[in-house]
């Protein structure tokens, strides 16, 4: 008995919503949300965009100082690079 009680309050609801989604009032606002989810999955991309475009910049930038080719001896004012080696 309860089983089919279940069914027919889900049958109601669902006749609800049905008739409900012919309200212009009800059609607005879920244009609005669909916007909304859009717009903020969009900001979403850009964020993480950026942050993993400063990632990979800082492992690149650590990875060209910690390059042992670049770690000689420092150059001195007036001296060419040539003559350091």
Partial sequence: ???KGKG???AWWFLAA???MEFYFV???IAAFAF???GFAAVAFVILSLY???KSWEAAVARFTNNEDFSGPPL???RPA???R
């Fill in 52 to 54: 993993m475009l400063q």
């Fill in 18 to 20: 049905a008739v409900s």
């Fill in 27 to 29: 059609q607005e606002l």
């Fill in 36 to 38: 909304f989810a859009i």
């Fill in 8 to 10: 027919r309050k889900w």
């Fill in 1 to 3: 008995m309860k089983a």
């Fill in 82 to 84: 040539r003559e350091m």
């Fill in 76 to 78: 001195q004012a007036g």
